[in-house]
């Protein structure tokens, strides 16, 4: 499986994007897959998870109520929907995808074998 990240871009703080990660191959079912950040000078951070089945979901106190990450895996896509975006929200996101399983794994960039290219976020104030 491959992942490519698209959707980032300019936008002003209170503003919404859309992120979106499409996988390729056909196992990209069997994959929980996350979106994590990384701001200049600071280490990649997690943002929010979607396991494989879609079935349950977890996000970093930082954007819980202002993100939501929703896949179809008809059509191996995985969605970051960001709302009231703030300029701490600036960075470049990467999607990413593991096989493991456990809310302390989801959370961390080491447990994820697969990643996308980063698209870049930036928020204005």
């Known amino acids: 499986v491959q992942l490519q990240a698209s959707g980032g871009g300019l936008r002003q703080a209170g503003d919404s994007l859309t992120l979106s990660c499409v996988g390729s191959?056909?196992?990209?079912?069997?994959?929980?897959v996350g979106w994590f950040r990384q701001a200049p000078g600071k280490e990649r951070e997690f943002v929010a998870v979607?396991?494989?089945?879609?079935?349950?979901?977890l996000y970093a106190d930082s954007v819980k109520g202002r993100f939501t990450i929703a896949r179809d895996n008809a059509k191996n896509t995985v969605y970051l929907q960001m709302n009231s975006l703030k300029p701490e929200d600036t960075a470049l996101y990467y999607c990413?995808?593991?096989?493991?399983?456990?809310?302390?794994?989801?959370?961390?960039?080491?447990?994820?074998?697969?990643w996308g290219q980063g698209t870049l976020v930036t928020v204005s104030s």
């Open positions: 990413a995808a593991t096989t493991v399983v456990g809310a302390s794994y989801y959370v961390t960039p080491a447990y994820y074998t697969l």
């Open positions: 191959g056909r196992t990209f079912r069997n994959y929980h």
């Open positions: 979607s396991r494989r089945d879609g079935s349950g979901q």
